[in-house]
């Protein structure tokens, strides 16, 4: 098997892989773009702007969160957290609900180590046809 092959066979019998993680792949494309990795983000700085990318892994709107939504996204150094605003959310509802990969530009918020990313703009990634799945 090639590699998206055992991707593609890992997801769907398991629900994960037992090799590098989907996003390892394609890494030095990503950083030729200036795609950071969800470790690159939490070393950046607050206010910064940045373009992270990875399987959303989570999806959730708290109900006490006043319409914010927050995706984590996954990648092969760990997880990084974005906030969707409503307006940015009813802008790009689809690309916010649907794909299982994403890339998503925004602003840094770095306070006290805790680090998100506010979405600017979302867009569909094609990194493995896998079946990952979020909640």
């Not at 795609?35 to 709107?61: D, H, M, P, W, Y």
């Not at 984590?72 to 957290?81: H, W």
């Amino acid at each position: 098997m090639d590699v998206e092959e055992r991707l593609v066979s890992d997801y769907h019998g398991t629900g994960l892989t037992v090799g590098p993680h989907p996003m390892f792949y394609g890494r030095k494309e990503l950083q030729q773009a200036n795609i950071k990795s969800a470790a690159e983000l939490r070393a950046t700085a607050n206010g910064k702007k940045a373009t992270v990318a990875g399987c959303v892994i989570t999806r959730q709107r708290p109900g006490t969160a006043k319409g914010l939504i927050f995706l984590t996204l996954e990648d092969e150094t760990g997880n990084a957290n974005v906030i969707i605003t409503p307006d940015f959310y009813e802008k790009n509802r689809q690309t916010v609900l649907e794909p299982r990969f994403v890339r998503v530009s925004g602003t840094v918020q770095n306070q006290e180590g805790i680090v998100h990313l506010r979405a600017e703009h979302i867009a569909p990634l094609a990194i493995s046809a896998a079946e990952v799945t979020s909640p």
